[in-house]
């Protein structure tokens, strides 16, 4: 009992230990204290970036997690600050205005897209978001992709070298004269039997030997092998060999693989080596000696895979820890943890690591190398690589090549070739200009510059003539970065442009050019619209000599034009300027038609045209044959959009049309309310215009029958027989009209007022679209009269500006001070 519960005590503790090394091992894998900002590429911030977003975290808790995992308060600003930028360039549309001229000449003002972010990786993830921070084990990653599994070929054909052991089984076929097939197995002792011929023993021996042994007996069994009798073996059921590996792998231990497995088919079972162990010096060790020494290296830069032999039964793998490991970065096309073995120098480094990149600075490298108790940098020039012996913990930084000329000029502006030009010994301003394929003829001849850099970085600005440098009566020497700016004339000046309005096709800017006439203009625009004058154009030009000290001063001038209506080409025609404005009017009897529309119970309900200015409402009824018998006149209505009759205020919003479906006018009339509460300059108001029908049509021609405008729509409802009510009452509703019933009867049929409703706010939507509210009587409500079809609407109040408290307050001290007025008063009479 006592040796059980030890072993019980022994098994747990055992466990308690490998879970303390698995968490440690956890720990120090998300270490980030070794972690160089600087190092890491934009992309792999990026992938950190969707990583956390794909995990649900912010920025800042992103960088919490940092914090927590070991990175250092400087490299936590550095990371912050490469965010901030990846951001900003990911969001970044810098969008520009950009006027260009159509075909015709006409200005079009578009949008310009400077900048298009690249999309995130989203299909990138891994379970430790930080991992792409720390420095990559060159080969690391080769027993850890899931699709490069080094799994043995079974369907090979057999190899010649392969040994034989026991539970292999071998196909023999005898063919020829004699013919005979036998499926052997090897037995635990390495032998097999054949019929009518005996034992052969084949253990340990390889395919090419066992075939010549069983060859021989045949031959003495007086098969005829080779004299019209052929013999071909080959391996049948394969074997499984156990192998054991050790040391600094993810997963040591004993395991079964086919007999043709490998070395790196052991080590993908195994998970490959951990971040200490060794990818150069991996031992195979066979019945207690080393008999192999594989280099992971070998196989990825060369594609050699010499040293991955087949492994054996009881083989031993071995993999031990890194001796030296020095990482490259920067300017390098893998950068990473490269292992070193001795005798190699920095070359053979550079060469794993796939060589510089095309911007990098080859000349020198600077290394960050170990000294005593602290570092120190070191430079190795280019001229070493080959001699220079990589040393323990050393860190490469191949820096990039300086961004600047040594022998560039540029030349822009009004040039046919402008850019960027090579500074020949002596070259002159005139040289380049030639070079660039010479001046435009828009060029500003009087004035260009050349902005020059010097010796301190600053800049400073010369200025030439270009005539004079063209006649070569001044030579101007180059320097190295100069830039040479010749502007155009039109650069100088406002963009000529000129603007045309009224009754034409395509109203609009439009280029101005020399020489234009107020027919060209209108060509451009289209021709004239229907219905234009060409008998009173009016041009209004700018004037530059107006009197300041004059009231009655001049601000445009303004000529009146006429044309030919086939705008035909004469010698007397206006010749218009930059920036006049021509404006072209409609003839004065010309009307375009204007359309009403009749709704609801009409013997001719639809779209009637108005047939004279002074066309009503009772005309309109008259010409649609009159109101139906189940027509309800005092729920006619009027709606009337047109902005020039109604004079809309642009602070005002509009309400929908109160004839729609209920509950989406009521649930709009309550959010515009509620908007109104927020912004005193937003009114509600509806587009309907109250009119009283029944005596309309009583008294046609009276000044309550409107006269017609275009786009009204006049809408005669059916008899209607119910109240809606809506707003703060406990259930909003419709309820069947009765006279007999009062505001509140209608109210308390929808439940009552809510404990929010604004009572003396309370107002009716009637069928006509009039509007009648809630008037104040001494302290009560006089609530106006309910017809059918009508609409009940309780607001909410408004949200109290001070608590109650200091409103009960408020109030009892004016009270008391009215109270001691009063009483001061009264002792003064007596």
């Not at 420095?135 to 040994?163: H, Q, R």
């Not at 890194?322 to 990482?327: G, I, N, P």
């Amino acid at each position: 009992m006592i040796k059980t519960n030890f072993l019980i005590f022994l098994f747990i503790a055992v466990l308690c230990f490998g879970a303390i090394n698995h968490v440690s091992a956890q720990i120090n894998i998300q270490n980030l204290s070794s972690v160089n900002i600087d190092d890491v590429p934009d992309q792999q911030i990026i992938q950190l970036l969707q990583q956390a977003q794909n995990s649900g975290l912010s920025d800042a808790e992103l960088i919490r997690q940092a914090q927590s995992r070991g990175m250092s308060s400087a490299q936590i600003q550095k990371l912050q600050t490469r965010i901030q930028n990846i951001r900003s360039k990911a969001s970044g549309k810098k969008v520009q205005a950009d006027t260009t001229e159509d075909a015709d000449g006409r200005i079009i003002t578009g949008r310009k897209l400077n900048y298009k972010p690249d999309s995130l990786d989203s299909a990138y993830a891994n379970k430790d978001m930080f991992e792409n921070l720390r420095p990559k084990i060159f080969g690391a990653d080769l027993f850890k992709n899931k699709n490069s599994s080094f799994e043995p070929n079974l369907k090979l054909a057999t190899p010649v070298n392969y040994i034989i052991g026991p539970d292999d089984q071998l196909s023999v076929n005898v063919y020829g004269n004699s013919s005979v097939n036998w499926k052997l197995e090897v037995s635990p002792e390495g032998n097999i039997t054949i019929p009518n011929v005996g034992v052969i023993n084949v253990g340990g021996k390889s395919i090419e030997q066992a075939t010549a042994q069983i060859k021989s007996r045949l031959s003495a069994s007086n098969y005829a092998i080779g004299h019209g009798t052929s013999v071909q073996i080959t391996l049948g059921n394969i074997r499984s060999i156990k192998v054991i590996i050790v040391g600094q792998v993810q997963k040591p231990g004993t395991y079964t693989l086919p007999s043709l497995a490998t070395v790196f088919n052991a080590l993908y079972m195994s998970g490959g080596p951990t971040d200490n162990g060794s990818l150069r010096q991996i031992e195979v060790i066979r019945n207690n000696r080393i008999i192999r020494h594989l280099d992971v290296y070998d196989f990825i830069v060369k594609g050699s895979q010499k040293d991955n032999i087949s492994l054996q039964d009881q083989d031993i793998v071995r993999v031990p820890t890194y001796r030296t490991r020095v990482q490259l970065v920067g300017q390098i096309k893998i950068p990473a943890l490269f292992e070193v073995l001795p005798g190699e120098t920095l070359d053979n480094i550079l060469n794993y690591a796939g060589g510089f990149t095309d911007s990098a600075y080859t000349a020198r490298i600077k290394v960050s190398q170990i000294s005593d108790q602290q570092r120190k940098i070191t430079d190795v020039v280019e001229a070493d690589y080959k001699n220079y012996i990589p040393l323990r913990g050393d860190k490469y930084i191949v820096e990039s090549i300086i961004n600047r000329f040594e022998n560039r000029v540029v030349i822009k502006g009004a040039i046919f070739k402008p850019g960027e030009y090579e500074l020949q010994n002596g070259l002159t301003l005139n040289q380049l200009i030639a070079n660039a394929a010479g001046l435009k003829e828009d060029a500003f001849m009087e004035r260009g510059t050349i902005t020059r850099l010097k010796s301190d970085n600053s800049t400073e600005i010369i200025g030439f003539n270009v005539r004079d440098v063209i006649n070569k009566t001044v030579n101007i020497s180059l320097q190295r970065e100069d830039i040479v700016n010749i502007s155009s004339i039109f650069d100088l000046r406002d963009k000529y442009q000129i603007v045309i309005n009224g009754s034409v096709r395509k109203p609009g800017k439009f280029a101005f050019s020399e020489n234009m006439k107020v027919e060209d203009l209108i060509f451009k625009a289209g021709g004239f619209a229907e219905g234009a004058s060409t008998k009173r154009i009016e041009v209004a030009r700018r004037i530059s000599d107006a009197d300041p000290n004059s009231k009655n001063s001049s601000v445009a001038q303004v000529f009146s034009v006429n044309v030919d209506g086939q705008l035909k080409p004469s010698e007397g025609n206006f010749v218009l300027q930059p920036f006049d404005i021509v404006s072209v009017y409609t003839l004065p009897g010309f009307e375009k038609q204007k359309t009403v529309k009749v709704e609801g119970e009409v013997m001719y309900p639809g779209s009637y045209t108005i047939k004279t200015k002074n066309e009503k409402i009772s005309d309109l009824v008259a010409r649609a044959g009159g109101l139906t018998a189940s027509a309800d006149p005092e729920g006619g209505s009027l709606k009337r959009e047109n902005i020039a009759i109604l004079g809309i205020d642009k602070r005002k919003a509009d309400t929908l049309a109160i004839a729609r479906e209920s509950m989406d006018r009521m649930s709009r009339l309550k959010r515009t309310y509620k908007d109104s509460t927020r912004n005193e300059d937003t009114i509600m108001r509806n587009n309907f215009v109250g009119i009283d029908l029944p005596k309309i049509l009583k008294s046609p021609g009276s000044k309550d029958d409107l006269l017609l405008e275009d786009g009204d729509i006049l809408r005669i409802p059916k008899q209607q027989q119910i109240v809606r009510v809506n707003g703060q009452v406990l259930y909003p509703s419709a309820v069947v009209y009765d006279r007999s019933k009062s505001f509140n009867d209608f109210v308390s049929n929808a439940g009552g007022y809510g404990p929010d409703a604004l009572r003396r706010g309370a107002y009716i939507v009637y069928a006509n679209g009039t509007v009648k509210g809630t008037r104040k009587v001494l302290f009560f409500n006089n609530h106006p009269s309910v017809k059918p079809g009508s609409e009940i609407f309780v607001p909410k109040k408004s949200e109290a500006k001070s608590n109650t408290a200091q409103t009960i307050l408020g109030f009892t001290t004016g009270l008391a001070s009215l109270g001691a007025i009063i009483l001061g008063i009264l002792s003064l009479n007596k």
